[in-house]
C-alpha cells in the first residue's frame, strides 16, 4: 500500500464512520480537535486501524500525534513496520 | 445519577485508625468500634441519608421506617466492605468465609484467550471478590478501570501499610491512554474489571429502566465489551453476614453483541442483587437525575 493510500483509507473512514467533515481534512489542520473524538469513538477508532492497517496502536505513540499529518506519518511508518 | 464528583468519603486519620485496630485486635472489634462510627455518619451525614432514605422508599418502595432502618445498615455495611479490604491488606482476612456461585464461568474466561470484561457495580464490595478469586486460583490478572478519586494521602499511606493492591489499576483519564490499556490488557487474555452503574458529566450514557423509572447508565463499559469481542459476565460480591461473603458470576455472554444488549442483560441481573441486598447499595447520590450538573 502506497502513502497516498494510506491517507486515502484514513480520510475516507473519518469521513464515513466518524463522520467528519471532508473540508476539514488538511495535513497541518489539529486531529483531536477537529474530529473532536470522545474516549468511547477512541475505541471506535483503535478497532478501524487495527482491522484496516493491521496496525495496534499504543497510548504513548499516540500522545505525541498533535497533525492529520502527524497522524498519517504514524500509521504509514507503522504500516512499513508491520509489513 | 449524575452528582457523583468521583471522590470518596474519609479522612486518613480515620483509615490509620481502622488499620491500626485491624493489625493489633482484629476484625471483631474493627467492627464494633465501626458501629460507633457509622451511627455518626447516620447522625450527621445529611445528604447521603437523604438520598438513601429516599431510595429505598420511592424507588423499591419500602416505608419510610424501613428505609430509615435500611440506610442505618447501609453506612454500617458500607463501612464494613472498607474495613475487610483494609484487613486483607494487612494480611488479617483469615476470618472470612465465601461461597462462589459461577466460578466455572471465570475460569471459562480465564482459560480462553480473549481476556474478559467482569462488569460489576457499587453493590457489595468488589475489592474482595478479586482477592478471593486469587484464592480460588484464577490467578489471571485483574485490571479495575476505575476513577482514580482516592485522596492522595490515603493512597499513599495504604501503599506503605500493605505494598499497593493485588491488582493493576487502570485509571479513567482525559486522553487515550485507558482505552489503549483495557485493549492491551484483553489482547493479553487478562481480565477488565469495571464498574458500570456511575458516570462522569458529559459522559455518553444509556437510558434504561431500573426499577420501574428510566435511569442513566455510563455507555463506555457496554460499548467497550462490543468492539473489543470479549467474552462479558457480571460479577458481584455481596456480604450474606459479618465473616461470609456470596461471590458470583453470571453465564458469560459472547462478544460482538450490541451495548444495547449487553447492558439490558446488566441492568436487569443488578436489579435482581438489589432486590436481594438493598442494604448493600452504596450510590450516595440521585440515581434517577436525568440531567448533567453544569
Redesign the interface.
Known amino acids: 500500500m502506497s502513502n497516498q493510500e494510506v491517507i486515502e483509507k484514513i480520510n475516507a473512514f473519518l469521513v464515513e464512520e466518524f463522520e467528519v467533515d471532508p473540508s476539514s481534512i488538511q495535513p497541518n489542520n489539529p486531529l483531536k480537535e477537529t474530529i473532536d473524538l ?3 469513538d ?3 477508532l ?2 478501524v486501524i487495527e482491522n484496516n492497517f493491521g496496525v ?4 504513548e505513540d ?2 505525541h500525534i498533535e497533525s492529520f499529518n502527524d497522524f498519517y506519518n504514524y500509521i504509514i511508518e507503522r504500516v512499513a513496520v508491520t509489513k | 445519577m449524575s452528582e457523583w464528583k468521583g471522590r470518596t468519603r474519609g479522612n486518613l486519620l480515620g483509615y490509620k485508625i481502622f488499620v491500626l485496630f485491624i493489625r493489633y485486635f482484629g476484625l471483631r472489634v474493627a467492627y464494633a468500634l465501626l458501629r460507633v462510627v457509622s451511627l455518626y455518619f447516620y447522625l450527621f451525614a445529611f445528604k447521603p441519608r437523604g438520598v438513601m432514605i429516599q431510595f429505598y422508599n420511592e424507588h423499591m418502595g419500602y416505608n419510610y421506617f424501613r428505609s430509615r432502618f435500611l440506610t442505618r445498615i447501609n453506612f454500617y455495611k458500607i463501612g464494613q466492605t472498607l474495613v475487610d479490604r483494609f484487613a486483607f491488606m494487612v494480611g488479617r482476612a483469615d476470618i472470612l468465609e465465601y461461597t462462589f456461585d459461577g466460578h466455572q464461568y471465570l475460569k471459562q474466561i480465564a482459560d480462553g484467550n480473549k481476556g474478559g470484561m467482569l462488569i460489576s457495580a457499587h453493590l457489595g464490595n468488589w475489592e474482595i471478590a478479586g482477592n478471593m478469586m486469587k484464592e480460588k486460583g484464577l490467578t489471571k490478572r485483574s485490571n479495575i478501570v476505575m476513577f482514580d478519586g482516592e485522596h492522595e494521602q490515603i493512597k499513599k499511606y495504604m501503599q506503605k501499610e500493605s505494598g499497593g493492591p493485588s491488582f493493576n489499576v487502570i485509571p479513567i483519564k ?8 483495557i ?2 490488557a484483553l ?1 493479553r487474555g487478562e481480565f477488565i474489571c469495571i464498574h458500570a452503574d456511575r458516570f462522569l458529566p458529559g ?2 450514557t444509556i437510558t434504561l429502566n431500573f426499577l420501574g423509572k428510566p435511569a442513566r447508565f455510563p ?2 463499559p457496554f ?2 465489551a462490543s ?2 469481542n470479549a467474552p462479558v459476565t457480571f460479577v458481584f460480591s455481596v456480604k450474606q453476614a459479618d465473616y461470609l461473603y456470596e461471590l458470583s458470576a453470571t453465564v458469560p455472554m459472547d462478544g460482538m453483541q450490541k451495548p444495547e444488549v449487553y447492558a439490558q442483560a446488566f441492568v436487569t441481573i443488578l436489579e435482581e442483587k438489589l432486590k436481594a441486598y438493598p442494604d448493600q447499595w452504596f450510590n450516595y447520590f440521585d440515581f434517577f437525575k436525568m440531567e448533567d450538573v453544569a
Do not use: C, P
Not at chain 2, 482525559?174 to 482505552?179: E, F, K, P, Q
Open positions: 470522545d474516549s468511547l477512541y475505541v471506535d483503535v478497532v495496534k496502536l499504543t497510548g499516540f500522545k | 482525559n486522553d487515550l491512554s485507558h482505552i489503549i490499556g485493549k492491551q489482547e459522559s455518553r455507555y463506555g460499548h467497550i468492539k473489543y
